[in-house]
């Protein structure tokens, strides 16, 4: 059913359960799509119920997300939504461009039970407030809403009653007589940082006394492509996500597919690669997880991505890496350039300064892993793989 503006309706009218999956696709590279857990009062009570790029799932599981270049899908059991959650809100934003632009941005739910067409109804916004899930006396229902904020995230934010950036906890110590209270987990970061030519670098210091569990996920179009230069044909892109190490102790080594080089996340190199996407259909993309606690042991990290089939040039991979490290803005490469006789892309190099983690930009094209490990002083012996 193909809904308008402004329509609200039982979900249970439209042959929808409470178990659902939201499905928006759009086409705006550097657009993020997040849901709002709101209270009464139509704010936000609880920021673990804030599900985004850096949180992409709710503490009880209620409301997941998973997400692409061009597409966001919600997977939302809205039986296990605590009471306190009264609405859900999903929204687009852009850091510069209107959401107008991502035509088509279309919300589809359970499949096309419920279908709303968002860009037809927006101008100017930056930021927008897409469709709704709310508690209703008769049960749940759905509700589109189409508008938004010029001022794009830090306005939809206060609009929320929450704030981009959290202040560090401040005030008197407790009284001696009392024990201090547990420290609260990091809050979830609303902020992005994009890593471009004109803001290539960036420090992050620990908190809590550790960094927790640092993803690294690579993402691409999943269409797919001619593939020319590497082959004839048209076969889905495989780009694989890899990383470089080298330790404290001097260790060194490689994490990749190609010769099933998965690497331990709770043992050396605390380093793990989470499956292969051969195809870029799997929504998650790649993922590489490092084991935070333990990245005083860590030198330096090279990441990269690399071409094992397919894509005949690296721009239209629509390729893009994001790291997340809890309660720290995410940090985001897109690989929108390139040479598209080079199989691998250095997307970034991340460094132990002191304990603290600097991730610089890279994104320089290199003929093999081996090329590219002896740019950045990783020296390794190498060998023929193959991921079959």
Known sequence: MQLQRGEKRALADLGIGNACVIKFDFELPGADVAAFGLNKDRKIGDDRYVVLFSNPRSPDGSIAMSATS????????????????ERIVFTATHDSRPISEARPLVVSIDGGKARFNVAEHLTSEKAVMMVELYRHSSGW????????????????????????????PSGAAAPASRPAPPPAPPPVSLKKISLEKTNSSVSLKKT????????????????????????GGNKGVDLDLGVLFEMRDGGKGVIQALGNSFGRYDQMPWIELSGDDRTGAVSGG???????????????????????????NWAKTDGVVRMNIPGQPEIEVRMDEGRDNCRLCGIAVIDNVGGELKIDRHMRYYRDQKQYADTVGILLRWAAGSKD
């Open 141 to 168: 229902r759905v509700g589109t809403i189409a508008a938004g904020f010029n001022g794009g995230l830090g306005s939809l934010i206060q609009h929320f009653g929450g704030e981009v950036d959290a202040p560090a």
């Open 70 to 85: 061009d597409s966001a899908v919600f997977t939302v059991d809205l039986d296990l939504v605590p009471g306190a959650v």
């Open 208 to 231: 809590g006394g550790s960094f927790g569990e640092i993803v690294l996920n690579l993402n691409w179009n999943q269409g797919t492509q001619k593939r020319g230069l590497f082959g």
């Open 286 to 312: 790649e993922t590489i997880r490092v084991n935070g606690r333990f990245f005083d042991n860590i030198s330096r990290l090279a990441v990269f991505a690399n071409i094992y089939d397919g894509a005949p």
